[in-house]
């Protein structure tokens, strides 16, 4: 079982910038990979980053150049940097685990943009 809790979320004015933070409740070197997704208020959930244990990144082209998935491994934690920020990018944001070939989610936070 892998508990994630993010935080980081909040209200920002188009063109800032938020980080999100997602801790892990194992050592997230032996997480497969880590990443962040979204859902957007009548929308699908959709991938944002995703990073491997091999450092290996991947993101969604809506959010390239603007967002970095990083992660402190000390800390068991992943995190979401957000720059540029625009009102599309208002959603709730998850982070997500796989572990041993389960995912896991955590709570989500929201992110909400204005214009």
């Known amino acids: 079982q892998v508990q994630l809790v993010e935080s980081g979320g909040g209200l920002v004015q188009a063109g800032g910038s938020l980080r999100l933070s997602c801790a892990a409740s194992?050592?997230?070197?032996?997480?497969?990979?880590m990443g962040w997704y979204r859902q957007g208020p009548g929308k699908q959930r959709e991938l944002v980053a995703t990073m491997t244990t091999g450092d290996t990144t991947n993101y969604a082209d809506s959010v390239k150049g603007r967002f970095t998935i990083s992660r402190d491994n000390a800390k068991n934690t992943v995190y979401l940097q957000m720059n540029s920020l625009k009102p599309e990018d208002t959603a709730v944001y998850y982070c997500?685990?796989?572990?041993?070939?389960?995912?896991?989610w955590g709570q989500g936070t929201q992110v909400t943009v204005s214009s």
């Open positions: 194992i050592s997230i070197f032996s997480i497969n990979a």
């Open positions: 997500n685990a796989l572990y041993r070939w389960s995912g896991y």
